[in-house]
T-cell receptor, first 114, second 110 residues
Framework: SQTIHQWPATLVQPVGSPLSLECTVE??????LYWYRQAAGRGLQLLFY??????ISSEVPQNLSASRPQDRQFILSSKKLLLSDSGFYLC?????????????FGSGTRLTVV | GEDVEQSLFLSVREGDSSVINCTYT??????LYWYKQEPGAGLQLLTY?????DMKQDQRLTVLLNKKDKHLSLRIADTQTGDSAIYFC??????????FGSGTKLNVKP
């Protein structure tokens, strides 16, 4: 069966520090991968998605970047965090490119920038 | 998210039915979804409905879709305390992209 792992679960970082969040998927190949952010009391915002190694689409211009160095690995990064980067970050994958059957989400990383 | 609207809170007693409502804006959405988020966890896909359907039933869950009014609802029969969570509706608006609502927090009282 397929599983998706995200780490760390929680993170407290000072303003201006770098960020690296990692997501890996097991049990499938060539998954479509996504990074979402959930701000407090709000819905989810799509940040990045990837349909293959090295292929990244950015949805929202911001302080963050994403990379996919391996088929089942998706990394969210920042060189210098801002206070506004605080939130709950969720990685997800879909079997099909159209995500017709929805996503499978990881357990999330709660990031607090202080 | 801002195009998908949900009420923020719903409180019901254990054993009652819960109905969570959602309105969306894109009439061309082909798939609509309900997700459940338990505290501190990611979102779990509960069910989805194709836009050519009016209703879908899956055990205790019933999804109703009114395309004319762009209204989606999730009914949970015989609500249990384990159903307490935040429920998100989502519409697929473009290929693999979704708008999510801000979530409805369901509180089930024993």
């Amino acid at each position: 069966s397929q599983t998706i792992h995200q780490w760390p679960a929680t993170l407290v970082q000072p303003v201006g520090s770098p960020l690296s969040l990692e997501c890996t998927v097991e049990g499938t190949s060539n998954p479509n991968l996504y990074w979402y952010r959930q701000a407090a009391g709000r819905g989810l915002q799509l940040l990045f998605y990837s349909v293959g190694i090295g292929q990244i689409s950015s949805e929202v211009p911001q302080n963050l970047s994403a990379s996919r160095p391996q088929d089942r690995q998706f990394i969210l990064s920042s060189k210098k965090l801002l206070l506004s980067d605080s939130g709950f970050y969720l990685c997800a994958w879909s079997r099909d490119r159209g995500a017709n059957y929805g996503y499978t989400f990881g357990s999330g990383t709660r990031l607090t920038v202080v | 998210g801002e195009d998908v609207e949900q009420s923020l809170f719903l409180s019901v007693r254990e054993g009652d039915s819960s109905v969570i409502n959602c309105t969306y804006t894109d009439s061309s959405s082909t798939y609509l979804y309900w997700y459940k988020q338990e505290p501190g966890a990611g979102l779990q896909l509960l069910t989805y409905i194709f836009s050519n359907m009016d209703m879908k039933q899956d055990q205790r869950l019933t999804v109703l879709l009114n395309k004319k009014d762009k209204h989606l609802s999730l009914r949970i029969a015989d609500t249990q305390t384990g159903d307490s969570a935040i429920y998100f509706c989502a519409e697929r608006y473009n290929f693999n992209k979704f708008y999510f609502g801000s979530g409805t927090k369901l509180n089930v009282k024993p």
